[in-house]
C-alpha cells in the first residue's frame, strides 16, 4: 500500500465544490499522520466551458492520468446544452481511463427516510458496465431536423468486456457473506446483446460454484426494487440498466444524498474516480444545504480502492452511526455534516 | 359505432387462458343487448411453437388482420428459449400491426397495497411508443460464441414514428383536467435519439399551448415514480424506458395484477391488440389464483378504443368499487373476481 495519495479532484458544478470540501475534510480526518495527501484541483465543468469552450482539453485529461485516483463532484448546469459536458467530459473520463466497473452501494442506513412502507432490508451491490452497451456514443442522425430524419444509438456489447464486468462481479459476491449474484438483462427484446451476456454469465458461474445466480429482466427488476429489495445481494447488469437502476435504488434507500458510486479500472492502469450518484442541484447550489454524504461514502470507496480498507469502513460506520442517532427532524448544513463525520472518524 | 365487435382471442400461456376467460365473461356482461359479440379463439404461444415449431404464420397474421381488436392474455413459458416467442409473436403482433400507441394508466386504486408508504395519489397514463427504439430487432453479433463476439443493439427512431407517439400523447394530456406531458428519455447521454424525441416534442408542444410539458432523465423519473409519483399525468416515452417505467408502476400502484395496456393503433388501418402487462406467471397457473383484474381493465381499454367509452367507464367504475369493498385479507380466486366484476357491470 502506498503511504501517499496523490489525488485528483474535479469539484464541478453547482453543490459539486461544496460536498467535495467535506469530502476531503474527512479525508484528512481518516488518515493516518504518515499518510502524505497531495491534492491537485482541476477546474473543468460548466464555468470552464462558457468561458473557454474546452469540456477536457488533452493536456489536462493526460496529467490526470498520472493521479492515484480522482474524486469528483458533479458535473452540468441547464445552461449547457444537454449531452456536451456528459460526453465530452465525464463519460470521455470513464472512457478514457477504461472505467469498466461503475460500482454503486445501495444500502438503507437506519433513520433515513425511504418511501417505502415496512423500511425492508435493504443492503446490495450493483455492478454497472462503465465503457460499452449503448453509453458508446455509437450511433447517428440522417436527415437531421427534417421529416424524414432517422436517429440510431447502437449498443455495442463485447466478449472482452462483458466476461471482465462479469467475472469481477462474481468475485465480490463471493467475497459477501450471501454470495448471490443477479444478472440484470433484456435478453428476451435485446437477443443478441442479451445473448451473450448470458452465456457470459453462465459461462464465468461455472468458476464460482459457491455463488447463488439468478437472472431477472430489468422491468421485472424494478418492480423487485421496490416490492423486494433484501432479494439482492450482488447485480450486474450494462451501462444503461445500471444507470437507471441505481437512480432507483437510491431512492428507495432515502435519496440520492447517500448514493456513493466508484468508476474503477481495478488492472490499476488509470486513475479510478469516485463520485456521488446526485447532479449538480443547482436550486440549492452555494446555500450549504446539499447533503455531503454520498460523497464522503464515495471516499470511503476510493480509500477502499488504494488498500485503505480500515478507513474506508470507519467512514462507513461513522455514517452509519451519524443517520442512527441524528434527530431526523432538524436540517443540518453542508458543513455541519462534515464536520460531525470527521469529528468521528478522526477518534 | 359498429353495432358488433368481432374480436380475436389469444389466451396465450400460463394465466393466460384463465384470465382471459374472465376477460370475456365481463365483456359480455357489460355490452349491451343489441351489440353483437363474437369472437374467435387463436392457439399462439409456446405449446402450439412445443408442438408446431411456428409462433405466428402468415395465414394467421392475415385472418388476425380481419378482426376489429384483439384480446390476449399471456405469452411465454421458461421451456422456450428467451426471446423465440417475444420476437416471434407479441413483438411481431405489435409490430405488423404498426401499434405504435402503447397505452398503460397507472392508477393507484383505493385498498390496494401499494409498497410506497404514504399512500400518496398516483393517476397518470404512460404513452410508451410501440414500433420502434431497440425493440426493431435490429442488430446482431459478430464471433458469436467466441472471445472475440462482438454484440450490437440498435435503438432506431424516425421523425415518423416519434412525432405520431408525441402528437398522441399530447392530444391525451389535452383531454384531461391536469393538461400535463413529460417526456421521458436519456437526451444527455443518447444524444441523437435524444435530439430527435425533445425536438419534435418541442415542436408538437406550440401545437398545444395548454399543455404543461416536463422534461426528465429516465433514471431521474424512475425516483420521482417512489417519491412523488403524483407529479405524473400523461408521460411520453420510448419503447424500452416505456417497458421499464411501466414494470414499476404497476408496482407502486399495487402490483401487476391490476395493469392493464393497449397495443394501439389510432388509424384503425390494424386491429389494437389489448392486454395485460403481467406475464403468463407458470408458478400459478391453472389453480385459479391469478388476478384477472388487470385483464378485465384491458377490455375497458378496448371498449374505449371501438368507441364504447360508457361501458368502458362501467368497468372502470366496477374495479374501482370492487377494490374499494374487498377485504384485504381473503383471497378471492381468479372466477370470484371475474363473477363479481360481471356482476356489477350488469347491474
Ligand atoms: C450524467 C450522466 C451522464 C450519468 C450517467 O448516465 O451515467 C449519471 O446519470 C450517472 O448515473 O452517473
Ligand atoms: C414480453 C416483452 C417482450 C414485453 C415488452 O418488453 O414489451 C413485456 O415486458 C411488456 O411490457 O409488454
Redesign the pocket.
Known amino acids: 500500500m502506498s503511504r501517499s495519495i496523490d489525488l485528483a479532484v474535479i469539484p464541478g458544478d453547482g453543490i459539486g465544490q461544496e460536498v467535495v470540501t467535506q469530502g476531503l475534510k474527512v479525508l484528512n480526518a481518516v488518515l493516518p499522520q504518515d499518510v502524505k495527501l497531495e491534492t491537485k484541483e482541476y477546474d473543468l465543468g460548466a464555468r470552464r466551458w462558457h468561458r473557454t469552450g474546452e469540456t477536457l482539453p488533452d493536456a489536462e485529461l493526460e496529467a490526470l492520468r498520472g493521479h492515484d485516483a480522482i474524486l469528483l463532484g458533479a458535473i452540468g448546469d441547464p445552461s449547457v446544452p444537454s449531452g456536451v459536458l456528459e460526453r465530452g467530459l465525464l463519460l470521455k473520463l470513464r472512457f478514457a481511463f477504461d472505467h469498466f466497473i461503475n460500482l454503486r452501494p445501495s444500502k438503507l442506513f437506519p433513520n433515513t427516510a425511504t418511501p417505502l412502507a415496512g423500511r425492508p432490508e435493504i443492503d446490495f451491490v450493483v455492478v454497472r458496465e462503465g465503457t460499452e452497451g449503448p453509453y458508446t456514443g455509437n450511433g447517428g442522425s440522417l436527415r437531421t431536423g427534417t421529416e424524414h430524419e432517422v436517429a440510431t444509438e447502437v449498443s455495442v456489447n463485447t466478449a472482452y468486456g462483458v466476461e471482465r464486468v462479469v467475472r469481477d462481479a462474481f468475485a465480490r459476491a463471493a467475497a459477501r457473506p450471501r454470495k448471490k449474484l443477479t444478472l440484470v438483462h433484456?435478453n428476451?427484446?435485446l437477443v443478441h446483446a442479451g445473448h451473450l451476456w448470458k452465456n457470459t454469465f453462465d459461462k464465468v458461474a461455472a468458476e464460482f460454484p459457491e455463488v447463488t445466480t439468478d437472472y431477472l429482466?430489468v422491468?421485472?427488476a424494478t418492480i423487485f426494487f421496490v416490492t423486494q429489495p433484501e432479494r439482492f445481494d450482488v447485480i450486474v447488469t450494462d451501462n444503461l440498466f445500471g444507470d437507471i437502476l441505481t437512480d432507483l435504488a437510491a431512492a428507495v434507500t432515502g435519496g440520492i444524498g447517500l448514493a456513493a458510486s466508484g468508476n474503477i479500472n481495478p488492472t490499476g492502469a488509470f486513475p479510478s474516480m469516485f463520485e456521488p450518484v446526485h447532479g449538480t442541484a443547482p436550486d440549492i447550489a452555494g446555500q450549504g444545504k446539499a447533503d455531503p454524504t454520498a460523497t464522503i461514502l464515495s471516499v470511503a470507496l476510493l480509500l477502499r480502492h488504494l488498500g485503505y480498507e480500515s478507513e474506508a469502513v470507519r467512514i462507513e460506520e461513522a455514517v452509519s452511526a451519524d443517520l442512527a442517532e441524528r434527530d431526523g427532524q432538524s436540517a443540518r448544513t453542508t458543513d455541519e455534516i462534515g464536520d460531525a463525520l470527521a469529528v468521528r472518524v478522526a477518534s
Chains 1, 2 share one sequence.
Open positions: 433484456k428476451n427484446v429482466h422491468d421485472a
